[in-house]
């Protein structure tokens, strides 16, 4: 018998990762960018190579776009050729870290003309938003200061509350605003939404349309990042994650790769506080194969998320709950445990090929000749964002 009930699958079927655009690009460090054969060069080719991922898992109907590294002449046809691909365009994520402008700041900038600059950009990514159909405008600023004494942290807060004001007042009545938060980089003094609670009390003074992106690489090391996953959740405000995984600092390496155990806590929190499934909390990666194909990494990823998503819910929330009221410390954790050991890929194989899909969806892709063909075709391969 399988050891995934037919409740745990109905709600393994609903699951939906968004694929970001840029994931599809060659990325690097700032020591070398490094070419993979059959790099798409264009927003086109890069849908068309992540509708590959959700072909072969079923798992990622939607793909995010960056601003403008995405940039199009019609946003109308780039929506139609992702609906022809099997799949949707998604968040829409502004970029406000490639201009000279923006050398000291953005939302937060001392100067109006600048201000107005980058709050203008964030009102044309919602004119794309209302051409494509996505629902999320993703705000990651890249703001803050290298020195003390440099920067007047509190003013900055100020302007970036009234930058943001603007850009949420445009939103539509069924659009909304994510605001994402990391502790450092590129500034490194200072960084003006540094932590969930600075992107809570941001979000909060905009209203119910306003919401916080946690990117699961955006934390000191040892933060306990399921207890803000919880929080957040709890205050209703978890509008989205951005899931990828980090040895040392922002690494977005493939999601469940550096600390599976961590993304197993993290999910329990997902399920605990009914975050899983639930529209209001879109589940997205953010990552970058700089030395892995692309497409192969991204299909690896979307199922790490789902291997540790049918993990956490297999814990036995009944015989949890009870150790916990009796303060049986050692049961709570094995119950917990118990369930994080459980290899469900054999299940998953199998639930799978019941539904018409590879039961190896790696293999499967390896097999298909995509990866040839693509490399054979294409020539001149773009960076994920530098070079678009
Ligand atoms: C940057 O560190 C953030 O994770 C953002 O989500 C960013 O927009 C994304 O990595 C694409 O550059
Ligand atoms: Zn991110
Ligand atoms: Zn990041």
């Not at 209001?280 to 998320?305: T, W, Y």
């Amino acid at each position: 018998m399988s050891v995934l009930s037919p409740a745990v699958l109905s709600e393994l079927e609903k699951q939906s990762i968004e694929l970001p655009s840029w994931a599809f690009g060659n990325s690097g460090t700032r020591f070398k960018v490094f070419g993979t054969p059959g790099t798409p060069r264009d927003p086109w080719e890069k849908i068309a190579d992540a509708a590959q991922v959700h072909r072969y898992t079923a798992l990622a109907p939607s793909v995010a776009l960056h601003i403008p590294w995405d940039l199009v002449d019609s946003f109308e046809d780039l929506r139609k050729h992702a609906e022809d691909h099997g799949v949707a365009l998604g968040t829409v994520n502004s970029n406000t870290f490639q201009d000279d402008d923006y050398k000291f700041g953005a939302l937060t900038h001392e100067d109006a003309a600048i201000r107005r600059k980058a709050i203008d950009h964030h009102l044309a990514c919602i004119d794309v938003m209302d051409a494509t159909g996505s629902r999320d405008l993703k705000i990651w600023l890249a703001e803050g200061s290298n020195y003390p004494g440099q920067a007047d942290l509190r003013g900055r807060q100020d302007r970036l509350q009234d930058s943001l004001q603007e850009i949420y007042a445009r939103l539509g009545d069924d659009q909304r605003l994510v605001l994402e938060y990391k502790f450092f980089e590129p500034a490194f003094y200072h960084t003006d939404v540094p932590d969930w609670g600075t992107s809570y009390a941001q979000v909060s003074a905009l209203g119910e349309k306003a919401m916080v992106c946690l990117d699961t690489g955006h934390h000191a090391p040892g933060t306990n990042i399921e207890f803000i996953v919880m929080q957040l959740l709890r205050l209703g405000r978890l509008g989205s994650f951005d899931f990828n995984s980090r040895f040392y600092a922002d690494d977005d390496l493939i999601v469940g790769a550096a600390d599976p155990f961590q993304l197993f806590r993290i999910l329990f929190e997902v399920v605990r506080g009914g975050g899983l499934n639930n529209p209001d909390v879109a589940f997205m990666l953010d990552q970058c194969h700089n030395i892995e194909d692309k497409i192969p990494g991204q299909i690896r990823s979307v199922l790490n998320v789902q291997e540790m998503t049918a993990r956490a819910l297999l814990v036995d929330t009944d015989a949890l709950t009870a150790a916990q009221r009796s303060g049986d410390v050692l049961t709570a954790n094995a119950v917990f445990m118990d369930a994080f050991y459980t290899d469900v890929r054999p299940a998953l194989a199998e639930w799978r090929e019941s539904r018409g899909l590879a039961a190896d969806p790696m293999a499967a892709y390896a097999a298909s000749g995509y990866q040839e063909k693509i490399a054979a075709e294409r020539v001149g391969g773009v960076q994920a964002g530098w070079g678009a």
